[in-house]
């Protein structure tokens, strides 16, 4: 090794081709080759087609976009419920610390990036000290110039292994952003329409506490009369209850469904956007969307890619795991002046230049690389397990939502019957029961059933608007119309 800042005259051709020169191998040495295993992706673990009850319906033609590129705002129809998912994008905090992990993930890879490239600094330094000849006289050096410390040679790939697996991190912290848009987006459209049903079901059951005052207002008046027993009379009395108990319940519902929208758009909603029964008269519209292939989850639900990133990072891992076991070859160097004199430092014939090359060759670490290795091949392999589940996690909710909507508009078809039905029978219980045919029992109990079915139906209602809301987001939709946008560009490999 060359002694550091050791004065000598720079002459010649020869005293700059040196640095050249060595810059130049090292710049070819710095390619060096990857210990990374070849990455395959893992067979999906489900079957290849839906299950059939769900596989009649909403089939993609090539005119029809898949879900995941169906943009949101086409998906919902109401304007109102546009601009309150917008403010949720804005503002709601789990988006905005999903955008913040992106930006923290992409400088985690410039540092990795930056670990390929020496370092150099500018470095000055000065010693005095008792002469080493016994004189009694006082020795000095300074120095001045430029310093690369320990700038590691990748020659077998360790550093840039790193890089790889910290760019896999960077790209699926992007896909858990895109995840989360797509989760937002479909909870806010969910509780605003919870929060449109319950306030139906408010509506309804005021309606219906107008009916039972009426009904009780006229038992009290036909038993002070002595035409009615005071049966019928407590049997009104507990239908106001219990009509009185559900509006309560129903307007804590309300308020829950309210607090929950808060939440997810980050700030107080505005009352303008708000669902209005008497102003809506029916339900938000949601385009329905074809389910496509369960191959297609692969490339559309960013869940899914998220879990390949990071395979792909922990397959990366393996390779400066590998790469550890090889000898490790750094560079020191630097190149400035020196003198014994702080007056001569920056004199002609003062400037020098020094070069430490070091290999370093693993012989005995008690098992440290070996495990390090055992360590990351493990971490590839739960990589490959929470792959697999997010490929299954995926198929089950898609199947689920494919389930409901086969099943719920028949339902809804059959409630909307009996409803009407209920409704027929009330009014003729009343009519029979106010023209003295029929006891005042039959009566109630068609109020009952007449309340319950309205309060079946409105849930069945939910629960079908709810399922194309669930499917939108199985499938992926909902993110790309905004999430590339909004996320910091990726870097440069």
Request: proline share 4%; hydrophobic share 45%; aromatic share 6%.
């Amino acid at each position: 090794m060359l002694d550091i800042f050791t004065p000598r005259r720079a002459t010649g051709a020869s005293a700059t081709r040196l640095p050249a020169a060595t810059a130049l191998a090292a710049v070819a040495l710095l390619a060096g080759c990857s210990m990374i295993p070849t990455y395959e992706r893992p067979t999906a673990p489900v079957a290849a087609q839906w299950p059939a009850v769900g596989a009649a319906k909403g089939a993609a033609t090539a005119a029809t976009p898949a879900s995941a590129d169906l943009p949101w705002q086409d998906f919902v129809g109401d304007v109102r419920l546009r601009e309150l998912v917008e403010l949720a994008l804005q503002n709601n905090r789990d988006l905005r610390v999903a955008v913040l992990s992106i930006e923290q993930a992409r400088a985690q890879y410039q540092i990795r990036r930056a670990d390929q490239f020496p370092t150099i600094n500018a470095a000055a330094t000065g010693n005095r000290q008792p002469a080493a000849d016994g004189s009694g006289g006082i020795s000095s050096a300074y120095t001045a110039g430029l310093a690369m410390a320990s700038w590691e040679i990748d020659f077998f790939g360790r550093v840039a292994s790193l890089k790889e697996a910290a760019l896999a991190q960077f790209l699926a912290t992007q896909e858990a952003r895109s995840a989360v848009q797509t989760s937002l987006i479909a909870s806010v459209v969910s509780t605003w329409l919870s929060l449109q049903t319950n306030e139906e079901l408010l509506s309804l059951t005021q309606r219906t506490m107008v009916t039972r005052d009426d009904s009780l207002r006229l038992n009290r008046l036909r038993f002070d009369q002595g035409v009615t027993s005071a049966l019928d009379l407590r049997q009104a009395e507990s239908l106001t209850a219990a009509a009185r108990s559900t509006l309560a319940q129903q307007q804590r519902l309300r308020a829950l469904d309210v607090n929950a929208l808060t939440l997810l758009v980050g700030q107080p909603v505005p009352e303008r956007l708000l669902p209005n029964v008497q102003a809506d008269g029916g339900a938000v519209a949601l385009r329905d969307v074809p389910e496509g292939m369960p191959s297609d989850l692969l490339e559309r639900r960013p869940d899914i890619r998220q879990a390949e990133q990071q395979l792909i990072a922990a397959n990366a891992n393996i390779g400066a795991a590998r790469a550890a076991f090889f000898p490790r070859i750094a560079l020191t160097a630097s190149a400035g002046t020196a003198s014994n004199a702080l007056s001569g430092l920056f004199k002609s014939g003062s400037w020098g230049w020094t070069l430490a090359p070091q290999a370093v060759l693993p012989i005995f670490d008690a098992g440290r690389n070996q495990a390090g290795l055992d360590s990351a091949r493990a971490g590839r392999e739960i990589a490959v397990a929470q792959y697999d589940k997010a490929i299954q996690s995926a198929f089950r909710e898609v199947a689920d939502a494919l389930a409901g909507r086969a099943t719920l508009g028949e339902q809804v078809l059959a409630q909307q019957a009996q409803a009407t039905a209920e409704a027929d029978r009330f009014r003729l219980a009343d009519l029979r029961y106010r023209n003295g045919v029929a006891s005042y029992l039959d009566v109630l109990d068609a109020q009952r059933a007449l309340f319950a079915t309205q309060q079946a139906l409105a849930q069945s209602q939910l629960a079908q608007r709810q399922n194309q809301v669930a499917l939108y987001k199985a499938l992926g939709g909902g993110w790309r119309d905004a999430a590339a946008s909004a996320a910091p560009a990726a870097p440069q490999n």
